[in-house]
């Protein structure tokens, strides 16, 4: 998968019998800012798809995450830039998954992780058990 950097969509890629990558269709559509100066531009950055084929992607409207690859207009959890800080640029996860790695402009930030659906309730959301700064 590639995101469109200055736009709103990431894009897949199928791999074809021979192992050359095929023409390439729209997979995502990202929530990207309404209005300012960033209008229709996401700044698809970092990403991360898990097992459960969620997606996780830094933007400049902060952490987002996917509740289901197929959906290209439902969005679950978005975690806005905090504390001052500019968009997300890189999402990683640690290999035990107990850790979402976060790099923005100037730090890095660990928050702790745990899968959920966007219909979950709001004190069981990614993030908010707290965050270390690195």
Known sequence: ??????????????????????????????????????????????MVVLPTNKLIIGTVMGIQ????????????????????????NYVRLSPDRKWLYAAFKDDLVRIRFKEVSSKTSQKEKPGSAGTNRK
Not at 13 to 26: A, C, N, R, T
Not at 67 to 81: F, L, S, Y
């Open 1 to 46: 998968m590639v995101a469109e950097f200055f736009a709103d969509t990431v894009h897949r890629f199928p791999i074809e019998k021979d192992g050359s990558l095929g023409q390439s269709s729209p997979y995502f559509q990202i929530p990207v800012p309404k209005e300012g100066k960033d209008t229709g531009k996401g700044y698809l950055d970092g």
């Open 65 to 88: 995450f996917s509740d289901n690859m197929e959906a290209t207009t439902e969005w679950g959890i978005i975690i806005p830039p905090f504390d001052d800080r500019p968009r997300c």
